[in-house]
């Protein structure tokens, strides 16, 4: 029997699919194994009987094949030529979906089935440190009428809005409440189609103005994160008002430098944070925002009605404190507790190289284990263990692993105390120097804001933790 499989990818479009980097597995073995067949498996065969049902491929006979469908939007539904020979065969496709559709041909090489694959999934809004980027499209000409066709897709998706539509030179408004007759349309605006009531007449020519979102696949966590905070449908869907748009771009530019970085492979240079991740919609959005806040080391906030990303990264100092700022009696510092700083992570991640199985790397310290050995015991070893959903190779792994380790094992000193109200600008992981007559070796030393609170005189509780400048790479 010449089994077919469909495999759904994503509930929606993907921008790309890696074919060509041997990224699909089947039953454990690579899709150009010879075990399928001399040549593999083909990819993407023309839409024949010949070719894609009996697999006659050029001098290839019973070959068998995969073809792509990215789920892109549009009016038609792809048919995939075997719906005409197998009964079983969803002849509409699977609107809206990206998914695969094998062609197995030798039905007995497969005690089981089982396939790995890895699809770029859907696109996110570009944007800059004044929000989204908007592009204008003025008198694109849409389509031509043909008397009964009401549905025409305009060349991008995401609209934001129509600035003008004509029908054969008349002007038409969209459908609203009040103005359901006569020249009206409708848009959906994230398929980028329009929609008329009765069909344009034949040779009308359809043109229209409007601006658009450009989206694009991105292993960017800031946009990945923005993607979650604004999308109605698959994120928290708030407005773009809210988004503090110079701390998302200054974000998107540290994640996207490039650092260089030796691992047991040898040398990589790569951008500084990427993020490989699939949406579950059975888990809460929340889940989603913090893993992808993980992959980049940074935090989430509220601050002056924004939504604020920030990267725990190196910095410079925004503000000093010292008698004059501090209030006087609230001022303490202690050296934080050994015992409970790591000195080893375990880093576990999800690798490109084994296909997302759960892989670990391990980050220690021997010199600070041999320090605590006699005092602790087990080897002076103290363990923390992290998971890390959105990240896929081993360098980025390696290196956040290093960073949260040097930060553990360098900083020491821990401060509380009570500013005014100069303090309201200042926003969690900012640098500050302190200088305290109580600590008369400080002399500017630079802390980091863990926390701000403010207590039931208004006064603002900060809590800082030492700077370590080494550890951010």
């Known amino acids: ?84 020979y197998d009964r079983n065969f969803p002849v509409y496709g699977f609107p809206g979906c990206a998914y695969l559709v094998a062609r197995l041909v030798d039905s007995t090489k497969y005690s089981q089935w089982n396939l790995i694959a890895t699809p770029k999934g859907r696109l ?29 897709k305009l060349d991008h998706d995401d609209i934001e809005t129509i600035s003008s539509l004509t029908v054969a030179g ?9 103005h359901q007759a006569g020249n009206v349309f409708h848009l959906n605006r994230t398929k980028g189609f329009i929609e008329f009531i009765t069909p344009p007449p034949p040779s009308a020519a359809i043109t229209a103005s409007y601006t658009y979102f450009p989206r694009s696949w991105t292993r960017n966590p800031a946009r990945i994160l923005i993607y979650l905070l604004t999308e109605k449908i698959n994120g928290k869907g708030f407005p773009e008002d809210k988004i503090d748009w110079e701390a998302a771009n200054a974000l998107q530019t540290h994640c996207d430098e490039l650092v260089t970085w030796q691992t047991h492979a040898g040398t990589t240079t790569e951008p500084r944070y990427r993020a490989d991740y699939a949406l579950d919609y059975r888990k809460p959005v929340q889940d ?30 925004v503000f000093a404190f010292d008698t004059s700022n501090i209030l006087a009696g609230s001022f303490s510092a202690e050296m934080m507790d050994r015992s409970q700083r790591a000195n080893r992570f375990h880093i576990f991640y999800h690798s490109l190289e084994t296909f997302s199985a759960e892989t670990e790397v391990v980050r220690d310290n021997p010199d600070d284990q041999a320090d605590r050995a006699e005092r602790l015991g087990n080897d002076g070893v103290v363990e923390e263990t992290l998971r890390m959903l959105a990240v896929s190779t081993q360098s980025q792994a390696e290196r956040l692993g290093e960073t ?70």
């Open 1 to 84: 029997q010449k089994a077919n499989k469909i495999v759904i990818l994503s509930q929606g479009p993907i921008e790309d699919f890696q074919f060509d980097s041997n990224q699909i597995k089947i039953n454990g073995l690579l899709h150009s194994d010879p075990h399928w067949h001399p040549s593999g498996y083909a990819l993407n065969p023309d839409q024949t009987k010949a070719a894609a049902v009996d697999g006659t491929i050029g001098s290839d006979t019973h070959r068998p094949s995969i073809t792509l469908y990215t789920g892109a939007h549009d009016i038609s539904v792809p048919v995939d030529i075997r719906a005409h």
């Open 124 to 152: 996110c809004r570009t944007f800059d440190a004044s929000g989204f980027i908007r592009t204008t499209i003025t008198a694109e000409a849409v389509g031509t009428g043909d008397g009964t066709t009401t549905r025409f």
């Open 170 to 178: 008349t002007p038409f408004s969209p459908i609203s409440a009040d």
């Open 288 to 317: 989603h925002i913090r893993a992808i806040l993980d992959a980049c080391y940074s935090v989430l906030i509220a601050a002056n009605g924004k939504l604020v990303l920030k990267p725990r990264a190196a910095a410079e100092p």
């Open 404 to 473: 949260m380790l040097r930060e553990d094992i360098g900083s020491r000193w821990i401060v509380d105390f009570k500013t005014t109200v100069k303090g309201l600008a200042l926003q969690v992981f900012d640098i500050i120097e302190i200088s305290h007559p109580s600590q008369p070796a400080w002399t500017s030393k630079k802390f980091r804001i863990e926390s701000i609170e403010m207590d039931e005189n208004d006064y603002l509780k900060i809590t800082a933790s030492e700077y370590v400048p080494n550890a951010y790479i």
